[in-house]
C-alpha cells in the first residue's frame, strides 16, 4: 500500500510548526535575523530572513537564491508568522 499523502493543510502545518502567528500589535517585536514566514490572501509564502524593519515594512532575505524584497505590514490580509533567532 503507497504511503498516505499530505492533504494540504498537513503542510501548511509543518511549514509552520517552529513558527508563531502574531497580531498586528506584535511585529513591533521583530528583530533582524529573526525568520518570517507570511499568508497573503490566504496563500501561504515560505517567507525569509529579516534583514530591516521600518515602521511599515520589513526587508526579507533568501541567501539561497541571493534575492531580497519587502513585505508591506499594511495589507489587510497580511498574515504574520515569526521564528525567534536563537540566542
Known amino acids: 500500500m503507497p ?10 502545518q509543518e511549514l509552520l510548526k517552529e513558527y508563531t502567528e502574531l497580531t498586528k500589535r506584535q511585529y513591533t517585536g521583530i528583530q533582524p535575523k529573526d525568520y518570517v514566514r507570511y499568508a497573503l490572501n490566504g496563500e501561504l509564502r515560505y517567507g525569509g530572513l529579516v534583514t530591516h524593519v521600518k ?10 537564491k541571493r534575492y531580497s524584497w519587502t513585505v508591506d505590514l499594511k495589507q489587510p490580509n497580511l498574515r504574520l508568522f515569526l521564528k525567534k533567532r536563537a540566542t
Request: hydrophobic share 30%; aromatic share 4%; proline share 5%.
Open 3 to 12: 504511503p498516505k499523502q499530505k492533504t494540504e493543510d498537513e503542510k501548511i
Open 55 to 64: 515602521e511599515d515594512h520589513l526587508v526579507l532575505r533568501n541567501f539561497a
